[in-house]
DNA sequence: GACACTTTGTACCTATCGGTACATGATGTA
DNA sequence: TACATCATGTACCGATAGGTACAAAGTGTC
């Protein structure tokens, strides 16, 4: 029997291929055992190649990214809740997803060459967002260095943590983030 | 006329590979190309092909690390002298290296499983030493999760001014973790 | 149920992959 | 200067890379 699949889905499937070998380590053969996709599937869906699926993966996260975490950011809520429920969001994903982060893992390689406008995008968002927050909380001038700091310890907090194969550390790293943001408001 | 090479000098040629393609981006005739040396020269050196490569420039990396930052960090003048000179050389290292940290890089791809135990010595040797600078300058319970914070903001730092193309986040994100430490101190 | 359209498996292509073999050239030591 | 040792370039290998072509099978619509 033949299992018939929607792009949407083909594009979560190859995100974890990205996520468990790398750009460069995921050769075809490798995403199609992963998603279980054969290579009819995958051009069909992504007629550009593996680049053309690497776009549409950081497409989709990149859009997840902005719906629930930078525009909460922005608008629901008091400043510290905000704040929290960025926290919690980004916890949770990274999380249940092998502590990769695609954008963080792409920069750091060659593949920044080539992906380097979504990746600069992904992370000034973020930032952005964290910042409107921060000065909306009333951080003041620190809004901006502290905004910068987070999303890079973030960054930092999942290497070490999947360095040192601890997921506590990335846990740990975030909650004294969390408490240093609410030292920042009131 | 033909030149001939050293293999310590061969090992700071991989090196430099690996930090542009990535493990697996570096093929052996991109390899073969950025460094000029020919495929006949890196068997010899490295008879155990690309991961025997990889090896020894973690190898190399990894003591160049014991002897310029862990070691001055548990003997050499006080406590905040030392920190202040992991800064410095922290900053030289890898602005001179495209800020690419290769043990952090792996660690975010499948290359982790391969080299998974000198990631993981790197470090915690870097963690435990800079925590004992911090305990023996005054910093109290807090050295704990101050070291681990610097660490992983370095690598955090990393990952972020390379996103953005920015080496100037870099070095801020330094000098607040610089003065941050000479605060715990004192 | 006919028909257009999308999804899927398979066979096949060329280029490049990592790696081996080995003759030739350079080097240091006696 | 003879000789052992180490470094180097080149030719070659099978396996796999990314990608194409296309016929068969599913799916939605009327």
Known sequence: MRTVTERSDAVLAVATAFRR???EGASISAITEQTGLGKGSLYNFFPGG????????LDEVGAWFQAEVYEPLLHEGTASARITAMFDAVEAYFTSRQLVCLFGAFALGQERTRFGEPIQQYFAAWIDALRTALHDGGAGREADDAATDMVSGIQGALVLARALDDISLFHGALDRMRARA???LD
């Open 21 to 23: 070998f790398g750009y």
């Open 50 to 57: 593996k680049e053309d699926m690497a776009t549409a993966v």
């Open 182 to 184: 609410l030292t920042l």
